[in-house]
């Protein structure tokens, strides 16, 4: 009797896997096209994404969003689709998307008779803008997520200005990549008479390269920066070349270089978006990294050593010891007005911020910071 039972109760269940298994393939797959994985917004705009659906016969659409505290997805909004096997639905998500700078969410729908359920991949949104910025007096103006490079504030970010000794990054970046700095570089009449040059030198004086790359970051030194485009290419209008193809390179839409040290020109410009990559690539460089936290330094001519540069920096932000600053470079002519970029770190996350033409820089950028800790931001 008990064998008897024991077979019975095995068919049943082996009838109950066979027809689980049944009636799984008999379910369709349910597709899912058009879903916008990453948005980078205006908090004030409304995001609607159309997706398409198959089957989407009296089918429940959960757009989700994901509790990091719980760890749990939430249904915000639920739509339903019409009777027809394959359909278009406009997902409109709440208004309140943007009550933070990061959220993410999903697309959800529940399994039905005769098809499986689907989740979409998630769907990561950063609210730009999250409120706009009392008295920040500048032309343009950016934050960038250093490590994503999603824009969370911009201000006429792509518009093209000029630069002024920003442009210097690109001049570290181009000389860096192909120099050690130990090279030494004979300073020639065109290098001695760049405009505004800041050193004690003279024609055949000689320098270390890396000497050089303080003076031109420290105190921008117009000079310095015309003898690292002289000393890594061996002529300056070949390293504005290698400048623009680098530039090329990262994609940069909005810039062009005429020169290396950025004094005002005709045709040389770049943006506040550009000069955030351009910072975030610069920061790549250990040497960069380090020289654009100096506040001070001293050289000599090496073939001259009773000629002593002493340069101090340009920075402001340096004598404040502001908690998380990790240095920039400063850039100001009549053209460009008084520009900035530079990186800041807030709960471990590292921040790249640009103005330009700013009334005054030192509380723009402050003001910047302070939008990156009072936004949400993680």
Known sequence: MK??????????VLGLIVGGTYFFLLQAKTVV????????IDAGRIIRDRITISPAKNRKVELQEYDSKRK????RKTFRTKGRNVTKLTVVFPRNWADRTYTTWRIHLPRVLGARGYDSEKIRITA????????????AAVIMDM??????????????LPNASTTKMM????SMSRATGSERVRFTKEVVDTPEGLMWKKKGDVFLMSDLWKAMLIMSCNDAAAGVAYGTTGDISTFVNLMNR??????LKDTHFMNPHGMDT??????????????????DFAAFRKIVRMQKYQFRALNHPERINYITTTNDLLKKNIPGYLGGKTGTTYGAGDCYAGVYEYKGRKYITVVLNAKNRWKATRKLYSYIRTSGVR
């Not at 096209?33 to 980078?40: P, Q, S």
């Not at 749990?72 to 249904?75: D, E, L, N, R, S």
């Not at 730009?128 to 032309?139: F, H, Q, V």
């Open 3 to 12: 064998s008897k039972n024991l077979i019975g109760i095995t068919l049943v």
């Open 33 to 40: 096209t058009g879903v916008e994985t990453k948005w980078n």
């Open 72 to 75: 749990t997805w939430v249904t």
């Open 128 to 139: 730009m803008n999250l409120r706009s910025i009392e008295g920040l007096n500048t032309k």
């Open 147 to 160: 490590k994503t490079k999603q824009v969370i504030y911009g201000q006429n970010m792509h518009q093209r």
């Open 171 to 174: 001049t570290a970046i181009v």
């Open 246 to 251: 680098t530039a090329g390179e990262m994609g």
């Open 266 to 283: 005709a045709g040389h410009y770049s943006s506040a978006y550009d000069l955030a990559l351009i910072d975030r690539r610069a920061m």
